[in-house]
């Protein structure tokens, strides 16, 4: 479950030293008050892979567990973030899942929004890992469940949106997009409008993610992070999960499509609806300024 190759902001460190790391962070760490700053700049500069081996290496300088000192010097969604870093990616979006779909009401949203953008091949990990905890289709919505199990490659459904779901589950982008236009030939309407006439809820929200994602990744996603922040209040945990998961992906085609899409910078609307050490850890993740 590796990152694709890279289109990302953030890259391994040439001059990577897992030992020289473990105890910066340690000495950021120790005695009274923490230098938030030197954290922040250390591992926004580091890869996940790396990442994890000053994880390993802090455990055997120091005999404690690097993230646990992490959440016991930090607060807040600067916490929530540097712990999404430090977080390897199938874990991580394990964990988005799970969180997802506990407590009371399951937020559909991140279920839709993992479960669309990652390939078949990830898709097939995240569920593999979920289920030695438990199962994931006990818990959600059928709809979403059957969605996930297509996902996955395992067809077993019967409903009337069998035809949306077959063509959309068997799907490599550049095929679906070939299949898009043909049913656009076909019908006069774009795919788009027809899952909304046609469908309803979790279902319809997944197939329009899917058929978003299909057409862009980058694009979706730059959309995602645009209505996360756009008006009163902004979405922490869905900019959170979209700036790590995607940093080492394709965040710099996701920077490219913010800028043509919504006619202003990716950097400039962090800057202006975040702040303290959470807005200079996720500039730092954003990289450049479009403006």
Do not use: W
């Not at 404690?64 to 990616?89: H, N, Q, R, Y």
């Not at 006439?197 to 929200?205: A, H, K, W, Y």
């Not at 979209?242 to 920077?255: A, C, H, K, Y």
Request: glycine share 8%; aromatic share 8%.
């Amino acid at each position: 479950y590796l990152f694709q190759a890279s289109r990302g902001t953030v890259k391994p460190n040439g001059n990577f030293n897992a030992s020289a790391d473990a105890e910066a962070l340690h000495k950021a760490m120790k005695g009274l008050g923490t230098d938030e700053d030197a954290i922040l700049q250390l591992l926004t500069a580091r890869s996940n892979a790396q990442r994890q081996e000053i994880k390993t290496t802090y455990k055997t300088l120091f005999g404690k567990d690097l993230v646990s000192d992490l959440k016991g010097e930090l607060g807040g969604k600067f916490e929530t973030l540097i712990v999404a870093l430090m977080t390897p990616p199938l874990a991580y979006d394990v964990t988005s899942l799970r969180n997802a779909i506990k407590g009371a009401g399951t937020d559909e949203k991140v279920l839709v929004e993992i479960l669309a953008s990652r390939t078949p091949a990830q898709v097939k990990d995240i569920i593999a890992a979920y289920r030695q905890g438990q199962y994931l289709h006990t818990q959600i919505s059928s709809t979403l469940a059957f969605a996930v199990l297509f996902k996955a490659g395992e067809q077993k459904f019967g409903t009337d949106e069998q035809t949306f779901v077959t063509i959309l589950g068997n799907r490599s982008a550049e095929h679906l997009r070939k299949v898009f236009d043909a049913y656009m030939k076909l019908s006069g309407y774009e795919m788009e409008e027809s899952i909304k006439r046609e469908t309803s809820g979790p279902l319809r929200d997944l197939l329009l993610a899917v058929v978003k994602c299909a057409r862009s990744v980058p694009a979706y996603f730059a959309e995602t992070l645009y209505y996360a922040m756009k008006g009163a209040g902004t979405d922490d945990n869905t900019l959170i999960r979209v700036m790590v998961s995607r940093s080492e992906v394709d965040l710099l085609d996701i920077r490219a499509d913010f800028r043509r899409l919504f006619a202003c910078s990716l950097h400039s609307m962090i800057k202006g609806d975040t702040g303290g050490d959470y807005r200079k850890a996720l500039l730092l993740l954003c990289g450049g300024d479009d403006a």
